[in-house]
């Protein structure tokens, strides 16, 4: 079953605590990612069909894996605490910069350093970078034993700033900048209600549904049948969620990936670093604020996550499937998923590293 995060008991060797399922994370997502390029391969019949199943252009086979595999996550939130949460500025404010200053900014930067006479990659790449994680971001952080109430916040930060700011963000870095700065430019047409629209499929749903499962279910059968009965019996689907998507997504774009090597390796790069980078700034600056452990790498993944499914749709809906933006937000999620597992062990190792029995920063005096 899925690993539980405790924010309030230390584990002096996480990583042996693993589930052999959870501890083996890295091995079934390879085998999905796999499953997904080859039968997009082998079958491109079932392309077309997996693409073809849409409803309103959202694609129903992702937002069935996805809200199964957020639903159990989001019911193990205790709601009743986010409000403790709220008055956190060291948590909010600086979640708030990373989110929608450095990282958009950050990943203009690599796009043009690292694809600077590949512009249709160049302008995916940024796109990836203007939509903030609101969904995968609850995986790494549980399994990073992160604090979920403070992720469930984040996420809802993150969603509602995503409506307002993600067109405005998308001139700034495809426009004005490139303009004032002499470079080439691109327009991006998406209008906030697409925007809405898609933050409220992916993440709105397996929300509510979350929060009205906990409500009911310990008014009606009490919180410890919930806690430790009902919720061991759900966490499984959150990996099952997590392997389906993953196999479609890359189902979806199998033919495209495989057939283009080097194009996709030219994407990587700049994504390697900049998770890598997201991640290891974000973390040593929650270090210096004497962030406890789990609000720290709730800080981390928040910040160093993308929203690929809302990258991927603007993409495709402004620029077209076959598009050389559309390669590269798919890319963005083939280069995620390992990225930030990897990150979920290496968050355990700063546990032991850099925090004490109390989750407390070494050398704090809190």
Not at 122 to 150: H, K, P, S
Request: net charge positive; glycine share 8%.
């Amino acid at each position: 079953m899925m690993m539980t995060a405790d924010s309030t008991k230390y584990q002096e060797n996480p990583l042996e605590r693993l589930s052999t399922l959870d501890r083996y994370l890295p091995v079934w997502i390879g085998i999905a990612m796999a499953l997904g390029l080859a039968l997009g391969r082998m079958f491109p019949a079932l392309n077309t069909a997996l693409d073809a199943a849409k409803v309103g252009g959202i694609s129903m086979p992702i937002a069935l894996g996805l809200f199964a595999m957020m639903y159990p996550v989001l019911a193990k939130v205790q709601y009743n605490r986010i409000g403790s949460i709220v008055g956190d500025r060291r948590l909010l404010l600086p979640s708030l910069l990373l989110n929608w200053v450095l990282g958009p900014a950050l990943m203009f930067v690599l796009a043009w350093i690292f694809l600077p006479d590949l512009p249709t990659y160049r302008t995916g790449l940024i796109i990836v970078g203007l939509a903030r994680c609101i969904a995968m971001v609850l995986i790494w952080n549980d399994l990073a034993c992160g604090d979920r109430e403070a992720a469930a916040l984040l996420v809802a930060v993150n969603s509602v700033f995503q409506i307002f700011a993600y067109s405005l963000l998308g001139y700034l870095y495809l426009e004005l900048l490139p303009r004032w700065l002499g470079w080439q430019e691109h327009s991006l047409d998406i209008s906030i209600w697409e925007i809405a629209r898609i933050v409220l499929i992916f993440l709105g749903v397996p929300l509510v549904a979350g929060f009205f499962t906990r409500v009911i279910g310990i008014r009606q059968r009490g919180s410890k049948w919930y806690e430790k009965i009902f919720l061991p019996r759900i966490s499984p689907f959150a990996l099952w969620g997590l392997l389906f998507t993953i196999t479609v997504l890359f189902a979806l774009q199998g033919k495209t990936s495989t057939s283009q090597p080097w194009d996709v390796a030219r994407i990587a790069l700049p994504l390697i670093v900049y998770f890598l980078l997201m991640w290891s700034f974000s973390f040593l600056l929650g270090l210096r604020l004497r962030l406890p452990y789990g609000r720290n790498v709730t800080l981390s993944f928040t910040a160093s996550g993308n929203n690929f499914e809302l990258a991927i749709a603007v993409a495709i809906g402004v620029f077209g499937v076959t598009s050389g933006e559309a390669l590269a937000g798919v890319v963005g999620p083939l280069i995620e998923v390992p990225a930030l597992v990897g990150l979920v062990y290496l968050a355990l190792w700063a546990r032991k590293r850099f925090y004490n029995s109390q989750d407390e920063v070494m050398g704090s005096t809190r």
